[in-house]
């Protein structure tokens, strides 16, 4: 899991906030379960093969999960999100969204020129607006496990928008 890192307006190089976006508990289920399959397959041939399959697809399937967890990094001078990168003065309006707001966010009111960093194992969604007028995307839409706390860091006014009835 991930926690907010402390604010501190001291250094431009320290981050308000920073989140990296995990997978859950069964994700890492999942890479234990293919890696079992390597046994499987390798086991006819000889059992000591079986197990060095299953090993290498364990070590192979995690460093791969954990290379492509992106990260969350809000300074005082610029937003990271997952591999986007933009100055905190083309950052507008900041909404989170939980619960059925934040699957039609994800689905039926999708734009689709937005940046999207989302995560299925993780329910909650931050809509950025991005007020750069040489950029056609309109906002990024992020998970967050904590999105209160990003969009405190970004200087929104959080919103528990639900959907509408």
């Known amino acids: 899991m991930s926690s907010p890192t402390p604010q501190s307006a001291t250094s431009p190089a320290t981050a308000n906030y920073t989140e990296k976006l995990w997978p859950n508990f069964w994700g890492w289920v999942i890479v234990v379960g293919l890696s079992a399959a390597g046994i499987l397959i390798f086991m006819p041939i ?15 399937l995690s460093t791969a999960l954990i290379a492509s967890t992106p990260t969350i990094s809000v300074t005082p001078d610029s937003l990271q999100v997952g591999r986007a990168h933009i100055e905190r ?77």
């Open 46 to 60: 000889s059992p000591m093969a079986g197990y060095v399959a299953f090993f290498v697809l364990l070590l192979g």
């Open 89 to 165: 003065e083309f950052v507008g309006q900041v909404t989170a969204y939980h619960g059925d707001a934040a699957t039609e966010q994800r689905g039926i009111k999708l734009n689709g020129l937005a940046y999207l960093c989302i995560r299925g194992w993780i329910k909650p969604v931050v809509k950025i607006e991005i007020t750069d007028p040489n950029d056609r995307t309109p906002y990024w839409l992020t998970s967050s496990r904590n999105p209160e706390h990003l969009v405190a860091a970004l200087g929104g006014t959080v919103h528990r928008e639900t959907a509408e009835q």
